[in-house]
């Protein structure tokens, strides 16, 4: 079972309608991206990287991918997710977890 962080509770709205990848990395991480439209239309992200134990080990959350629809910005959040994921694999089991929330991130 996930421990959530502060990051995703803050984002959490059971009110909106979101998509979710769910995905369990070669190195026993799990992933999960999740995208969605707020109230007014901005697409939003939230992406979380998780230990073999459910560890919180990064969750970050976008209030807005401006000129992203929903399928884009699951892309884009996937690519990083495995990206940190991978990064947070070649610390070892002894890595800190970083939480916290990124709002501005740029595409690749």
């Known amino acids: ?12 709205d059971a009110q909106l309608h979101s998509r979710t ?16 439209l707020s109230r007014v239309g901005a697409t939003q992200m939230f992406i979380g990287v998780y230990g073999p134990d459910g560890a919180c080990l990064h969750e970050e959350a ?11 910005a699951m892309l884009w959040g996937v690519a990083l997710a495995r990206d940190l994921g991978a990064s947070h694999a070649t610390l070892g089991p002894n890595a800190k977890a970083t939480g916290g929330a990124t709002e501005n991130r740029t595409s690749p």
């Open 62 to 72: 976008h209030k807005a991918r401006p000129g992203q629809s929903m399928t884009t």
């Open 1 to 12: 079972m996930r421990s959530r962080g502060q990051t995703y509770w803050d984002w959490a």
């Open 21 to 36: 990848h769910t995905e369990v990395l070669e190195s026993g991480l799990t992933i999960d991206v999740q995208v969605r």
